[in-house]
């Protein structure tokens, strides 16, 4: 963690609110991309990332020093996307509006830019893939974290985070193949 951002943490522990700002911009976007992939609607990407800011403030004075911010906050963001689904799943409700299952609008830039053949075909097969493997997909992929960083924000030996990666490429090499169950 450079030096700046462990300054606007130590002055968020110490309860200055505008300290949080800064953290909140430069990670939003990685934030919202992380929980779009997990949830698989921009709407309720927003929504996650949002809540796992406004938790991350309320435990602020928990994070280390000693650790990177995103890892730590990417952990919150997780949970937060994993309770959301275990939501969805018990309600074993679908969202419709304007035509599409996930709630998104045809004036979505994001749903116009999934059009894209090879980026749709990757998209499904990414949400096909288990959440332990989506998980490290995602982290690795995605967030560009090291194998150390995925180990730690999991709880995880690394040993497991490269058995888990290497079982979640061979699946999404097996689904954009068409050689997958």
Known sequence: MDESEAMLIRRCQQGEKEA???LV???AGAASGTAYVLLGCYEDALDASQEAFVRAWRHIKRFDLASPFYPWYATILRNVCLGRL???ARRKTVALAEGHADGRSDADPVL?????EQRDRLWHAIMRLPLHHRGVVLMSHFEGMSYRQMADALHIPIGTVMSR???ARQALRGHLTGEAP
């Open 20 to 22: 949080f700002a800064p």
């Open 112 to 116: 116009l830019a999934e059009r894209n």
């Open 86 to 88: 275990k939501s969805r």
């Open 165 to 167: 990666l290497h079982n």
């Open 25 to 27: 911009r430069k990670y």
